[in-house]
């Protein structure tokens, strides 16, 4: 959403705590290292101190949502003629080389940043008129900023002021800082008496929610809070839902065309805007946004047995629908009948969408981001709709859509000869997608300081951002009410067998008893296992459900004695926690439930807060932003905090000779497959004849086709591979290069191949071992080291969660043995103290 911005801020290096605030009223300019990819953040990129940008790097930040780059003349030209669209370039220049550019320069940018030592108004004023189809920004090059008369005289030429973020405050004006809001309103009019502004209230979506009045003490206070604050005409300020608790978010301020009216655009919480309860002062609303209201409270409290009901429990009703939905839409020619299957479409696709938490709100801002990218695909349909399916009536839905993707070309892996690559094709199969790690954690590390630094308030904020929710406390604390961990008689038994298998073997693994040894007369060393304090377990969740995670991170840490388990998880859309994972929690005797996901959950975990522990070790799997905040909270000393391993795609080699079954072998494969579009999949053909492994791939072509997750499989096994090794010895060794997180064994003397397995995370022996079974309830852990890590991790196992201490003690006869060659060493090394700290004793004896 644009907005007549009357300042640029400039992000300076103290300035990201000002990211929030500024964010209400208009883009912020920001070097690249600050750049954040944030939902609802608009950004322009200066490059002024960033010799090294390259083109590729710049149409990457274009594509990533950045507004707009301000370039110096080089760069530029150089985009200009790349072809990049005039409203996302603006130019850097001094104010005293204007009139050395060509037409080409000055029609292929929209915007322009003067460098200035001093504010001239004449001078900007002409630059204005040079520049008649861009804007114009200045940059004085001051200590202090402007004041509000001056900004009002650069607005009246048509240019705006740039201002760095350490001159501005939330404070009163004073002469080196000026109030943001005091900007903000600088060029404001009002023509009422008592001088208030009118102000339109609308929603995320920009639908009406009412009318009201704003002074400037009012904005200042919603530009400082973020929440809805308002003029009474007769009660002076209003702090919007104080009493009713229908508060608001303010996502953007802004002034109209003409400077006398603003519009606040907000997300409103509780029953609505108006006094009536209704969202809107004008009426109740329609169309899209009633439906999301109605599918909302649906998703909440809509009876079991309701069809909305059964949509949001049954996935893949609800894929078939919007697959047959499609389909008539698709074949629908008059006018009204285009309209009726594209309401019925939308809401069904809008029901998919409330059930994984987005709104229409986030589907725009989706929309916007998409529009705002600078390279395109070429748009082709997919392979597997690109072929007319066959028109009947006989077939059902679920027949429909199965036949419509059988139809698309075979999912298929590539396939390789050891004997016939090089040494460096080999190690390229070894290599694993690109982790940009520096790129992720500079993205997450402005979550994190903001947890570290407000605590609970940022938390419960960043969960309304993130998960969706609106929650009160994100923890839960023991005892847990019996009503949350209500579940089917079936799947607590299954729960209750997979903890009685995963305890027995994790308990089998505990360090109980020290390890004594007389290393001399005299001198005994010992060795022994304390539980961690506190621990963190990351359990991923939000739509899905995860108990065995939660099973396999908290039996050991149970097992292990650790005093405090803090659980983390997502919240569903209702606020809740899924009630396996209750269940679970209780049966490990998790001591906080943190109903949080994502990098808040991480970095509360690692720093606490004042109703979150603080931990010592965090463990868990997680997407990238979880992964990031993991590896940066352990590199920082005030975290004090270690993590259980670095983590990355899910992985599965499965070593088959002329043994195994085809469809054993394809099910394995696939098992890692539909984990996501990343997961690496690797089979490893020994001697394998041309029929055996077309047989394979056939299964896996069958197999796949018939899952709910083909679409992923379609994107994941394309980029797997078969490798043709020739003997079982040449097969195991590529394995132990590779180091794969689940190596599946199907040989014929698989059991005798163990002892050769040297790098691997987990091993599943013989036809009758699916991976599946350690990922839920053999006993072992499934939480396992990735990307090769498994050459030097272990999975996660009991003594993860212990520490080892060691101590001596050392008799009088001992140290008469032992201290003159502790002293001899001493003296080499030439630490005197350490040498008198034995002789003292000695002389003493």
Same mark, same amino acid.
């Given at each position: 959403?644009?907005?007549?911005?009357?300042?640029?801020?400039?992000?300076?290096?103290?300035?990201?705590?000002?990211?929030?605030?500024?964010?209400?009223?208009?883009p912020?300019?920001?070097?690249?290292?600050?750049?954040?990819?944030?939902?609802?953040?608009?950004?322009?990129?200066?490059?002024?101190n960033?010799?090294?940008?390259?083109?590729?790097?710049?149409?990457?930040?274009?594509?990533?949502?950045?507004?707009?780059?301000?370039?110096?003349?080089?760069?530029?030209k150089?985009?200009?003629?790349?072809?990049?669209?005039?409203?996302?370039?603006?130019?850097?220049?001094?104010?005293?080389?204007?009139?050395?550019?060509?037409?080409?320069?000055?029609?292929?940018?929209? #915007?322009?940043?003067?460098?200035?030592?001093?504010?001239?108004?004449?001078l900007?004023?002409?630059v204005?008129?040079?520049?008649?189809?861009?804007?114009?920004?200045?940059?004085?090059?001051?200590?202090?900023p402007?004041?509000?008369?001056?900004?009002?005289?650069?607005?009246?030429?048509?240019?705006?002021?740039?201002?760095?973020?350490?001159?501005?405050?939330?404070?009163?004006?004073?002469?080196?800082?000026?109030?943001?809001?005091?900007?903000?309103?600088?060029?404001?009019?009002?023509?009422?008496?008592?001088?208030?502004?009118?102000?339109?209230?609308?929603?995320?979506?920009?639908?009406?929610?009412?009318?009201v009045?704003?002074s400037?003490?009012?904005?200042?206070?919603?530009?400082?809070?973020?929440?809805?604050?308002?003029?009474?005409?007769?009660?002076?300020l209003?702090?919007?839902?104080?009493?009713? #608790?229908?508060?608001?978010?303010?996502?953007?301020?802004?002034?109209?065309?003409?400077?006398?009216?603003?519009?606040?655009?907000?997300?409103?919480?509780?029953?609505?805007?108006?006094?009536?309860?209704?969202?809107?002062?004008?009426?109740?609303?329609?169309?899209?946004?009633?439906?999301?209201?109605?599918?909302?409270?649906?998703?909440?409290?809509?009876?079991?047995?309701s069809?909305?009901?059964?949509?949001?429990?049954?996935?893949?009703?609800?894929?078939?629908?919007?697959?047959?939905?499609?389909?008539?839409?698709?074949?629908?020619?008059?006018?009204?009948?285009?309209?009726?299957?594209?309401?019925?479409?939308?809401?069904?696709?809008?029901?998919?969408?409330?059930?994984?938490?987005?709104?229409?709100?986030?589907?725009?801002?989706?929309?916007?981001?998409?529009?705002?990218?600078?390279?395109?695909?070429?748009?082709?349909?997919?392979?597997?709709?690109?072929?007319?399916?066959?028109?009947?009536?006989?077939?059902?839905?679920?027949?429909?859509?199965?036949?419509?993707?059988?139809s698309?070309?075979?999912?298929?892996?590539?396939?390789?000869?050891?004997?016939e690559?090089?040494?460096?094709?080999?190690?390229?199969?070894?290599?694993?997608?690109?982790?940009?790690?520096?790129?992720m954690?500079?993205?997450?590390?402005?979550?994190?300081?903001?947890?570290?630094?407000? #605590?609970? !308030?940022?938390?419960?904020?960043?969960?309304?951002?993130?998960?969706?929710?609106?929650?009160?406390?994100?923890?839960?604390?023991?005892?847990?009410?019996?009503?949350?961990?209500?579940?089917?008689?079936?799947?607590?038994a299954?729960?209750?067998?997979?903890?009685?298998?995963?305890?027995?073997?994790?308990?089998?693994?505990?360090?109980?008893?020290?390890?004594?040894?007389?290393?001399?007369?005299?001198?005994?060393?010992?060795?022994?296992a304390?539980?961690i304090?506190?621990?963190?377990?990351y359990?991923?969740?939000?739509?899905?459900?995860?108990p065995?995670?939660?099973?396999?991170?908290?039996?050991p840490?149970?097992?292990?004695?650790c005093?405090?388990?803090?659980l983390?998880?997502?919240?569903?859309?209702?606020?809740?926690?899924?009630?396996?994972?209750?269940?679970?929690?209780?049966?490990v005797?998790?001591?906080?439930?943190?109903?949080?996901?994502?990098?808040?959950?991480?970095?509360?975990?690692?720093?606490?807060?004042?109703?979150?522990?603080?931990?010592?070790?965090?463990?868990?799997?997680?997407?990238?932003?979880v992964? !990031?905040?993991?590896?940066?909270?352990?590199?920082?000393?005030?975290?004090?905090?270690?993590?259980?391993?670095?983590?990355?795609?899910?992985?599965?080699?499965?070593m088959?000779?002329?043994?195994?079954?085809?469809?054993?072998?394809? !099910?394995?494969?696939?098992s890692?497959?539909?984990?996501?579009?990343?997961?690496?999949?690797?089979?490893?053909a020994?001697?394998?004849?041309?029929?055996?492994?077309v047989?394979?791939?056939?299964e896996?072509?069958?197999?796949?086709?018939?899952?709910?997750?083909?679409a992923i499989?379609?994107?994941?096994?394309?980029?797997?591979?078969?490798?043709?090794?020739?003997?079982?010895?040449?097969?195991?060794?590529?394995?132990?290069?590779?180091?794969?997180?689940?190596?599946?064994?199907?040989?014929?003397?698989a059991?005798?191949?163990?002892?050769?397995?040297?790098?691997? #995370?987990?091993?599943?022996?013989?036809?009758?071992?699916?991976?599946?079974?350690?990922?839920?309830?053999?006993?072992t852990n499934?939480?396992?080291?990735?990307?090769?890590?498994?050459?030097?991790?272990s999975?996660?196992?009991?003594?993860?969660?212990?520490?080892?201490?060691?101590?001596?003690?050392?008799?009088?006869?001992?140290?008469?043995?032992?201290?003159?060659?502790?002293?001899?060493?001493?003296?080499?090394?030439?630490?005197?103290?350490?040498?008198?700290a034995?002789?003292?004793?000695?002389?003493?004896?």
């Open positions: 959403m644009h907005s007549m911005a009357v300042f640029l801020p400039l992000l300076d290096e103290q300035g990201l705590d000002w990211i929030p605030v500024l964010s209400r009223i208009g912020i300019v920001i070097p690249p290292s600050q750049f954040t990819d944030l939902p609802g953040h608009r950004y322009y990129i200066t490059l002024e960033t010799p090294d940008a390259t083109l590729d790097h710049i149409l990457s930040w274009l594509n990533e949502g950045v507004e707009k780059v301000i370039l110096p003349l080089t760069l530029a150089e985009l200009i003629s790349a072809g990049v669209p005039s409203e996302r370039l603006c130019l850097l220049l001094d104010v005293r080389n204007v009139s050395a550019l060509t037409d080409t320069v000055r029609n292929g940018v929209s #915007g322009v940043f003067l460098k200035t030592r001093t504010i001239d108004i004449d900007i004023s002409s204005s008129t040079f520049f008649a189809t861009s804007s114009i920004h200045v940059l004085p090059g001051t200590t202090s402007p004041s509000v008369s001056t900004i009002r005289a650069l607005l009246a030429t048509g240019a705006k002021p740039v201002i760095p973020t350490s001159q501005l405050t939330l404070s009163p004006t004073s002469q080196s800082q000026i109030n943001v809001a005091d900007v903000f309103l600088a060029p404001i009019i009002s023509d009422r008496p008592d001088a208030l502004f009118p102000t339109i209230v609308s929603s995320e979506t920009g639908h009406s929610l009412g009318l009045y704003s400037v003490e009012s904005v200042r206070e919603s530009i400082i809070t973020g929440k809805g604050v308002y003029q009474s005409r007769k009660h002076g209003w702090r919007k839902g104080e009493t009713s #608790g229908a508060t608001q978010e303010v996502l953007h301020i802004r002034l109209d065309c003409d400077s006398d009216s603003l519009e606040f655009r907000v997300k409103q919480r509780g029953a609505g805007f108006c006094h009536l309860n209704r969202q809107s002062c004008f009426g109740e609303v329609n169309g899209l946004p009633a439906l999301e209201s109605t599918l909302r409270s649906r998703l909440e409290q809509s009876p079991k047995g069809y909305t009901r059964r949509l949001f429990d049954d996935p893949a009703l609800l894929q078939s629908k919007i697959m047959e939905e499609a389909d008539e839409l698709c074949r629908a020619e008059a006018q009204k009948d285009v309209a009726f299957e594209a309401a019925d479409l939308l809401y069904f696709v809008l029901a998919k969408c409330i059930q994984a938490g987005v709104g229409i709100a986030e589907i725009e801002q989706s929309i916007d981001a998409k529009a705002k990218r600078v390279t395109r695909r070429p748009g082709n349909a997919k392979p597997q709709w690109t072929k007319e399916p066959k028109t009947t009536t006989s077939l059902s839905t679920k027949q429909l859509s199965l036949q419509n993707q059988i698309g070309p075979k999912i298929r892996m590539r396939t390789v000869d050891l004997a690559i090089t040494p460096e094709d080999r190690l390229q199969l070894m290599r694993r997608p690109v982790l940009k790690s520096d790129e954690i500079s993205k997450v590390k402005p979550i994190v300081d903001d947890v570290r630094i407000r #605590g609970d !308030a940022a938390l419960l904020e960043l969960t309304a951002k993130f998960d969706k929710v609106q929650l009160k406390s994100t923890v839960i604390l023991p005892p847990f009410a019996s009503e949350t961990m209500e579940i089917g008689d079936e799947v607590r299954a729960i209750d067998q997979a903890y009685s298998n995963i305890y027995k073997f994790h308990a089998a693994q505990l360090d109980k008893e020290p390890l004594v040894v007389e290393t001399m007369p005299g001198v005994v060393c010992t060795r022994f304390r539980p304090g506190r621990v963190g377990l359990v991923p969740g939000g739509t899905a459900i995860l065995s995670t939660a099973l396999m991170l908290g039996i840490a149970q097992v292990a004695g005093k405090e388990i803090v983390a998880t997502p919240p569903r859309a209702d606020g809740s926690i899924s009630p396996e994972v209750m269940y679970v929690a209780h049966r005797g998790a001591s906080t439930i943190l109903k949080a996901g994502g990098a808040q959950a991480v970095a509360a975990m690692a720093y606490g807060t004042t109703t979150v522990p603080k931990v010592d070790k965090i463990f868990g799997p997680g997407n990238q932003w992964t !990031a905040a993991k590896m940066l909270v352990q590199n920082d000393t005030d975290a004090l905090v270690s993590i259980d391993m670095p983590a990355g795609p899910s992985e599965v080699l499965v088959a000779d002329y043994s195994a079954n085809p469809a054993f072998v394809a !099910a394995d494969l696939l890692q497959a539909e984990h996501g579009a990343d997961s690496q999949v690797v089979l490893v020994i001697n394998l004849s041309a029929e055996k492994l047989e394979i791939e056939r896996v072509d069958v197999q796949a086709n018939a899952l709910t997750r083909v499989v379609r994107e994941s096994i394309p980029k797997s591979i078969i490798v043709k090794t020739y003997s079982t010895e040449e097969a195991i060794t590529f394995s132990n290069e590779y180091a794969p997180e689940h190596l599946i064994l199907h040989l014929e003397d059991s005798e191949r163990v002892a050769e397995i040297e790098n691997a #995370g987990s091993v599943f022996v013989g036809a009758f071992t699916p991976e599946s079974c350690g990922d839920y309830a053999s006993g499934h939480t396992l080291p990735t990307n090769g890590y498994a050459r030097q991790f999975g996660v196992n009991t003594l993860s969660f212990q520490k080892h201490i060691t101590s001596q003690q050392i008799s009088s006869e001992g140290l008469k043995r032992l201290g003159p060659v502790v002293a001899t060493l001493a003296d080499c090394e030439g630490l005197d103290a350490h040498a008198n034995v002789r003292i004793r000695l002389s003493a004896n």
